[in-house]
């Protein structure tokens, strides 16, 4: 392979690569819960209900589905980022949310892992 066309390939990746990981927080971010209920109070109650045990019209995040070992903080961030696809409930689709920044999402996801400790789900 010709060196220039070596250079384009790799530098084609590094950029994917960059503009997979610009959703995510910087590395060593520490969400922090108490922005995590403010933010997800702007948005998210409709469906997920005010202390995200679901509503009517979403499903609750305090809950056993949404364990670290099955719903991984990446997870909240992808949702949040392309919308998720019903498979664990029948709410229908959930849209992507635009407007919020990947810490806020990181805070939002610190949030609802400290309500699902709270509730018995996550042990420490």
Known sequence: MH?????TIFSLFALVGCEQTRWLPPPGFVGDPVQ???LFATRCTTCHGLKARGTTQGPPLVHEIYHPSHH???AFHLAVRNGVKAHHWHFGDMPAQE???PEQVGHMSA??????RKAGILQD
């Open 111 to 116: 949030w609802v892992r400290l309500e699902q």
């Open 3 to 7: 060196p220039v066309a070596s250079l």
């Open 36 to 38: 995590g209920k403010a």
């Open 72 to 74: 991984a903080d990446l």
């Open 99 to 101: 407007g919020f920044t």
